[in-house]
Nanobody, 129 residues
Framework: HVQLVESGGGSVRAGGSLRLSCVAS????????MAWFRQAPGKEREGVAA???????????????YYATSVKDRFTISQDRAKDTLFLQMDNLKPEDTAMYYC????????????????WGQGTQVTVS
């Protein structure tokens, strides 16, 4: 089993930046994909960005990344494989980015479909005014 803990959310003005982090623990020695999702009140959970994650802590290859159209060129997903940490750098934030942001892991393919991920964190709130 994999445990995921997000942090880094907060309140910012439009145009500002935030960096979310997600620390993974447990059975992390399996190659899979990790992703960020978000869910605003009254809306369905939507995929934001996904990245391939090697099962090797020392792997230094290029990790394919995928983004939702709404965040492309503003958000950047990355990882520190040695520290089992996933990041989401969010720049030029807009009010419509306001949502609870969730880290997810365990998909066999890079996808932004929530049902593909068996492991989820508790979420971190991002509010843009």
């Amino acid at each position: 089993h994999v445990q995921l803990v997000e942090s880094g959310g907060g309140s910012v003005r439009a145009g500002g930046s935030l960096r979310l982090s997600c620390v993974a623990s447990g059975n992390t020695l399996t190659s899979s994909c990790m992703a960020w999702f978000r869910q605003a009140p009254g809306k369905e959970r939507e995929g934001v960005a996904a990245i391939y994650r090697s099962g090797s802590p020392t792997w230094s290859g290029i990790s394919p990344t995928y983004y939702a159209t709404s965040v492309k060129d503003r958000f950047t997903i990355s990882q520190d494989r040695a520290k089992d940490t996933l990041f989401l750098q969010m720049d030029n934030l807009k009010p419509e980015d306001t949502a609870m942001y969730y880290c997810a892991a365990g998909a066999t393919l890079s996808t932004l479909i929530p049902q593909s991920y068996p492991h989820w964190g508790q979420g971190t709130q991002v509010t843009v005014s």
